[in-house]
């Protein structure tokens, strides 16, 4: 993915950048690579959705960059509460273990979604190309490979389908310890606490249709 500057008017322009994410190195290394762009005006950093919230209140960023997974909570769910705080604000979701519809981006009041597999020139020039009002929606095929394996897959369709795991366990031929298993990891994966939450997550990132 070559993403190419904006030119004119709108290159000129400077941007307050707010960064989303609770894993440190991640956390640290785009605060430095966009602290670092000339068109940064100031890069402000959170590891939480109320830290997020608290600092847009506060400075009003162009453009927050969350991570769809943030720990305990959906970085969607922080978009949609960015958005009703700041309508002025532009959202840029990126993840490293999932993918996420278009459809489902905007839902939530993205306006675009990168993986965290970019080169680092690439999630920079597409934070300033949302900060400047465009979108960024990757084609299909450049989109993060989904997170959960075959089986997982299949298990989470038959939770969505309201399945009981005994039911689950007829269904696939597998033993109910081991579909509690893969419940166990559809849990942890998608950072539900129960049924419902996962299935609900698995929607908004675009996993069940």
């Given at each position: 993915?070559n ?60 453009v ?109 031929y ?36």
């Open positions: 993915m993403l190419h500057a904006p030119t004119g008017r709108l290159a000129e322009r400077r941007l307050r950048v707010l960064v989303v994410d609770d894993h440190d190195v991640v956390h640290w290394g785009f605060r430095v690579l966009l602290g670092e762009q000339p068109w940064v005006e100031r890069c402000l950093a959170a590891r939480t959705g109320a830290e997020a919230l608290e600092l847009t209140r506060t400075f009003g960023p162009h927050a960059l969350v991570d769809l997974f943030l720990a305990g909570e959906s970085g969607a769910d922080v978009c949609e509460s960015i958005r009703v705080e700041s309508p002025s604000t532009r959202v840029l979701l990126i993840s490293g273990a999932g993918r996420m519809s278009p459809h489902a981006a905007r839902a939530a009041g993205a306006s675009g979604f990168v993986s965290k597999d970019w080169e680092a020139r690439d999630v920079a020039m597409a934070v300033r190309m949302v900060g400047l009002g465009m979108t960024m929606f990757p084609p299909k095929a450049d989109q993060p490979a989904p997170m959960l394996s075959e089986r997982e897959r299949e298990v989470l369709d038959l939770i969505a389908a309201g399945s009981t795991n005994r039911e689950i366990a007829e269904r696939l597998l033993s109910p310890h081991t579909v509690k298993e893969h419940t166990s990891a559809l849990y942890r994966k998608l950072q539900a606490r129960n049924r419902a939450e996962a299935v609900q997550r698995a929607q908004r990132i675009g996993l069940l249709g």
